[in-house]
C-alpha cells in the first residue's frame, strides 16, 4: 500500500475524498442516503435549481465526489484505484488530477444542458473521461503498451455506452460530456511517455476547444 500511495499519490487523495463523502453522507443522512435531497444537499448536480441560482456553478465540481448509494460507490471507487494508477503513470500527478477534474466539469456542463431536470452525481463523468484520454493516447502514440491500453479502453467505452443505453436510471449526458472531455484533455495535456504526441497548435486547439465549449453551452443554460 506504501508503494501505491508513493507512486499514485493522487489517485489515492480522489479515493479518499470520494470515501470520505459517501461515509459523511451515510451518517448525516442514515437510511435517506440515496434520497434525491440529501444527494442535492451534498453536492449532486440539479441544472434547473443552478439555472436559477447562478451561484450554484460550484456544481460543476462536487458532483465528481457524490455518489448513489453503495453499489454505485464501490463501483466507482473500485475502478478510480486501478484505472486512475494506470493514468497517473502515464500523465504525472498534476496532470491527472487536471484530466480527472476537467473531464468531470464538462460532464456535468453536459448534463446541465441537456437534462436540467435530474439530480445527478458520481464519478463516471471523470472515469469516462480518463477513459477516452488513454483511448486517444493509445490511438495516436507510438508506444506499444499505450497502444494495447488504446484499443482495449475503445471496447470498454463502447461496452460502457451500450450499458447506459439500456439503463434509463443512468446520466448518458454526463458520461457522454466525460468523454468530450477526456478527448481534449488528452491532446492538451501531454503524457510523461510521449511529450510531443500532438504538435503546439493541436493542443492550443484542443484547449480552446475545451473552454469555449464549457462556456458557450454554460452561458446558454443560465440566459
Known amino acids: 500500500m506504501k508503494k501505491v500511495i508513493k507512486e499514485s499519490p493522487v489517485t489515492i487523495f480522489l479515493l479518499a ?3 470520505l463523502v459517501f ?5 448525516i443522512y442514515f437510511g435517506n ?5 440529501a444527494i442535492f444537499n451534498s453536492g449532486g448536480m440539479y441544472g434547473a435549481y443552478v439555472m436559477y441560482d447562478h451561484s450554484q456553478l460550484w456544481r460543476l465540481v462536487t458532483p465528481i465526489f457524490v455518489h448513489i448509494g453503495w453499489e454505485h460507490f464501490f463501483f466507482n471507487a473500485l475502478t478510480l484505484y486501478f484505472v ?4 497517473e503513470q ?4 498534476h496532470k491527472f488530477l487536471a484530466l480527472y477534474v476537467l473531464s468531470g466539469i464538462v460532464g456535468n456542463v453536459f448534463t446541465l444542458f441537456f437534462t436540467p431536470n435530474v ?6 463523468t471523470s472515469l469516462f473521461g480518463v477513459f477516452a484520454a488513454i483511448m486517444v493516447a493509445g490511438y495516436f502514440g507510438r508506444n506499444p503498451y499505450l497502444k494495447e491500453l488504446g484499443r482495449n479502453y475503445q471496447a470498454l467505452i463502447l461496452i460502457n455506452l451500450l450499458f447506459n443505453l439500456f439503463t434509463p436510471s443512468v446520466g448518458i449526458a454526463g458520461h457522454i460530456g466525460g468523454l468530450v472531455g477526456g478527448v481534449l484533455c488528452a491532446i492538451f495535456l501531454p503524457t510523461l ?3 510531443h504526441m500532438f504538435k503546439p497548435w493541436q493542443r492550443w486547439l484542443a484547449l480552446a476547444t475545451y473552454v469555449v465549449l ?5 452561458m446558454i443554460s443560465l440566459h
Open 214 to 218: 464549457s462556456m458557450v453551452l454554460i
Open 193 to 195: 511517455v510521449e511529450k
Open 90 to 93: 502515464i500523465w504525472g500527478h
Open 17 to 19: 475524498l470520494t470515501t
Open 33 to 37: 442516503a440515496t434520497s434525491t435531497q
Open 119 to 124: 439530480v445527478a452525481a458520481g464519478a463516471s
Open 23 to 27: 461515509v459523511a453522507m451515510q451518517l
Open 84 to 87: 486512475g494508477q494506470m493514468a
